[in-house]
């Protein structure tokens, strides 16, 4: 079945640091990959998404490529801020816009 | 960006009763909205597709009867979580995927993609 599973938290990291959250995946087919986050207080917003092997998908600093020899989509940001901390999903698309999601990984970035 | 709103936020109930979790695109029309279901330190879980205008299709082990889903229009569902026990205590959560309707009102810029709601917390006594 799909399924993905990302890097347990939580991670505290100081202000500008390298982050890396890894998530692997397991599916039938080529899913669409995603990254959400979630800050307190809100809803799950889409941070970036790749939808085919080798696509890299970036937004606000971060980055992931889809890896399809790793199943992988590890996401990356050179310098972490503050107002980075946040939860953060990866999940994929089984079709007709399901979701399934990763456990989540709660980020915190010191000053 | 575009806004789904839930209501309540949290809510605490006794066992034994029902508990209506509201989910609301505020500027775009959804025919379409997915109930998820997060317990402590795991991932979401889709519970069911709320379909407008025709009945909710549930995902495999989630009981139909507990979870009645209702898409009253193009722009609410509401799940009822029907004879609330202790183990129903969860954090819900509804998202709506970009439709292509857009409500009147200050022009937003959507993306193809889901908009989540901010999530329900009940717990059960």
């Known amino acids: 079945g799909n399924s993905v599973t990302q890097m347990e938290g939580p991670v505290t990291l100081s202000e500008e640091a390298f982050l890396t959250i890894n998530c692997t995946y397991t599916a039938t087919g080529y899913p669409s990959l995603f990254w959400y986050v979630q800050y307190p207080g809100e809803g799950l917003q889409l941070l970036l998404k790749a939808t085919k092997a080798d696509d890299k998908g970036s937004n606000k600093g971060f980055e992931a490529t889809y890896r399809k020899e790793t199943t992988s989509f590890h996401l990356e940001k050179g310098s972490v801020q503050v107002s980075d901390s946040a939860v953060y999903f990866c999940?994929?698309?089984?079709?007709?816009?399901?979701?399934?999601f990763g456990q989540g990984t709660r980020l915190t970035i010191n000053p | 960006g575009a806004v789904v709103s839930q209501h309540p936020s949290r809510v605490i109930c006794k066992s034994g009763t029902s508990v209506k979790i509201e989910c609301r695109s505020l500027d775009f029309q959804a025919t379409t909205m997915f109930w998820y279901r997060q317990f402590p330190k795991q991932s979401l879980m889709l519970m069911a597709t709320?379909?407008?205008?025709?009945?909710?299709?549930?995902e495999q082990g989630v009981e139909k009867d507990k979870f009645l889903i209702n898409h009253a229009s193009l722009t609410l569902s509401t799940l009822t979580v029907t004879s609330a026990h202790p183990e129903d205590s969860s954090f819900y959560i509804c998202?709506?995927?970009?439709?292509?309707?857009?409500?009147?009102?200050?022009?937003?810029?959507?993306?193809?993609?889901?908009?989540f709601g901010p999530g329900t917390r009940l717990t059960v006594l």
């Open positions: 999940a994929l698309s089984r079709g007709a816009q399901k979701l399934v």
């Open positions: 709320s379909n407008e205008g025709s009945k909710a299709t549930y």
């Open positions: 998202s709506a995927p970009w439709g292509g309707t857009p409500l009147a009102g200050p022009h937003i810029e959507f993306t193809d993609t889901q908009y």
